[in-house]
């Protein structure tokens, strides 16, 4: 069994027009990772192959869910609110969390894996299987406990799923081609995601200084997303902070000041404190402006499972 596949992308789009030859599955708003399950253990990688185990305890079960088998599964680590629904900001509270720590906030914060591809089993590598067949085998696996789940896909019916999505205000769906295999690392358009929203990952590059209530931190996080190898000032996120998360913020942005800009092209306004672009925050806004800025951004927490690097406009 390989130590690391890298994960297959999505590319965003709309649906596709032959939904015949597409399987649709909800979109997870987490945290993706490979659960790589042998021996009776489990390990968590995340996209860029940080180990997550130690960070989710609760999901130690799934080391011997498979009982003797072996196997590579590739999913997302969702926590839920208190309505169902995979929530990223509730997840936040976790992600830098392990050891002790962890195990403390496990059980007013849980986590659950959600598997939806099978990469590797008993000593098979399934990349190359299409999708419809390796998604048969993963529901063969019967993976479901008390913190991990396959949920079901369909086959066809993607505007129905996409309303459904719609309907109980989730993040949107992934249309993936039934006859397509998988293309560790790519973007592929094999797979397109569909959403309800807009997101987008950005890049911290610095700043702006806080006032009244919020001197002691800062105003709003300036953010840039890469164009080759320019990083292109986007706009400024002030809205969706929580007191922890400023607080966070503030401490990891003191370690990375810089006395000059990192972005090329467009600057951001006077007065911003500059930063090494090495933080990834993912936001939510209303849309693109004819001058390629954000419009309404509104934070929804930091990402360590992504290269700053691969942070394009999509």
Do not use: C
């Not at 089993?121 to 991990?148: F, I, M, N």
């Not at 790519?186 to 807009?198: E, T």
């Not at 809205?239 to 600057?267: I, K, V």
Request: aromatic share 8%; glycine share 12%; net charge neutral.
């Amino acid at each position: 069994m390989p130590d690391w596949i890298e994960p297959m992308k999505a590319r965003l789009g709309k649906l596709p027009a032959d939904d015949a030859a597409y399987g649709f599955e909800v979109k997870w708003d987490g945290v993706r990772a490979l659960a790589r399950i042998g021996d009776g253990a489990v390990a968590l990688l995340g996209r860029n192959g940080t180990d997550y185990t130690a960070r989710y305890p609760e999901l130690a079960g799934l080391g011997t869910a498979l009982g003797p088998a072996s196997a590579i599964l590739d999913g997302e680590i969702v926590a839920f609110d208190a309505d169902g629904r995979p929530s990223f900001e509730r997840l936040q509270g976790r992600i830098h969390l392990s050891g002790d720590r962890a195990a403390h906030a496990a059980p007013a914060t849980p986590a659950a894996y959600v598997a939806f591809d099978l990469l590797w089993l008993d000593g098979h590598d399934t990349t190359a299987l299409p999708y419809r067949d390796r998604r048969r085998l993963l529901a063969e696996l019967e993976l479901a406990g008390p913190s991990w789940q396959t949920p079901a896909h369909r086959e066809g019916g993607g505007a129905e799923l996409l309303a459904a999505t719609a309907d109980q205000r989730l993040e949107g769906i992934v249309a993936k081609r039934l006859d397509s295999v998988y293309e560790a690392g790519r973007r592929s358009g094999a797979w397109i995601k569909v959403k309800h929203v807009l997101r987008q990952e950005v890049v911290v590059g610095g700043h702006s200084p806080g006032e009244g209530a919020r001197a002691a931190s800062l105003g709003a996080l300036v953010v840039g997303v890469y164009d080759g190898e320019e990083l292109r000032y986007v706009g400024k996120v002030g809205s969706g902070f929580t007191g922890a998360t400023l607080e966070l913020l503030s401490r990891e942005l003191a370690t990375l000041r810089r006395a000059t800009s990192p972005f090329t092209g467009r600057q951001p306004p006077r007065g911003t404190v500059f930063a090494e672009p090495l933080l990834v925050a993912e936001v939510e806004f209303r849309e693109w402006t004819r001058s390629g800025t954000l419009r309404a951004p509104v934070f929804k927490g930091l990402r360590d499972d992504k290269d700053p690097r691969e942070v394009v406009r999509e």
